[in-house]
């Protein structure tokens, strides 16, 4: 049983849809552990988004176990709740939500301000992340003066910033040309393996499979092992 790493357990989710439920998430379970890279592939609309925000606790399921480094999410209240989401799960979306009037240390040190962190430690922990992810040149930059590839490589290093257990990242190369896509991807799986994240990523790219330790496929709203065909 993994107590760290993210847990789910036969999790159904629906959304309203008229007069009926829409099935987005048909009884899920997924393992991922500490230190290992998660892919997970699917046609557009077959639950991708849902199954990361069920896993963010940002979607509660109809039903099914959710486990984040040990925490039942359906025993918390909203705040510990989004207490968990801020220490606990690092979230990258598809389009880096950077702030316009942010220089990238920035971007990162609010993270810490919002958990009364100390300053002086939070500027160094950024630095040393924005060097990790390969922008510690564009450290005092902000957004507009990055290129796509860079602005994603300082949204994932915000993500990194309170040492989470759990990342959840939602097509992080779409916005990218390939060759960048794939540095982008490589960068993922190199920092899952350094920090010990449960990495659980969303592509729409097979050739980003290479990168994971587990490649699963969501169909329908149903998940199951990739079958690789090539
Ligand atoms: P994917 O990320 O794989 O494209 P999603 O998880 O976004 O798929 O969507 C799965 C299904 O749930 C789709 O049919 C989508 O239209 C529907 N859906 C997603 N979010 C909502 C929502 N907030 N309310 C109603 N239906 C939704
Ligand atoms: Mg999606």
């Known amino acids: 049983m993994t107590t760290h790493g993210l847990v ?48 963010a606790t940002l979607s509660t399921p109809d039903r099914g176990r959710v486990l984040i480094a040990g925490h039942d ?43 009364r962190r100390s300053p002086v430690k939070a500027r160094a922990r950024a630095l040393d992340l ?14 507009h003066q ?18 989470p257990s759990v990342l959840l990242i939602d097509e992080p190369t779409s916005a990218l040309d390939h060759e960048r896509g794939a540095a982008i991807v490589s960068l993922i799986a190199e920092l899952t393996h350094a920090s010990g994240t449960a990495t659980v990523m969303v592509t729409h790219d097979h050739s980003h499979l290479v990168h994971a330790d587990q490649a699963l496929e969501v169909v329908d709203g149903r998940l199951g092992a990739l079958t690789v065909t090539q």
Not at 13 to 34: E, I, K, M
Not at 79 to 96: D, E, H, K, S
Not at 130 to 143: F, H, I, Q, S, T
């Open 130 to 143: 924005l060097e990790r992810v390969g922008v510690a040149d564009r450290a005092d930059r902000r957004p």
């Open 8 to 55: 789910l357990s036969d999790v159904t989710l629906t959304y309203p849809d008229g007069d009926a439920r829409l099935t987005a998430l048909d009884r899920v379970s997924l393992t991922a552990s500490p230190g290992t890279l998660s892919a997970v592939v699917g046609p557009s609309g077959s639950g991708k988004s849902s199954l990361l925000a069920v896993a």
């Open 146 to 163: 990055l290129s796509g590839g860079q602005r994603q490589r300082v949204n994932i290093a915000r993500a990194l910033m309170n040492e």
């Open 73 to 115: 999410a359906a025993a918390l209240s909203a705040a510990a709740r989004a207490r968990l989401r801020r220490t606990t799960i690092g979230i990258v979306f598809q389009q880096p939500n950077l702030l316009a009037s942010l220089t990238c240390v920035e971007q990162l040190q609010v993270m810490a301000h919002i958990d």
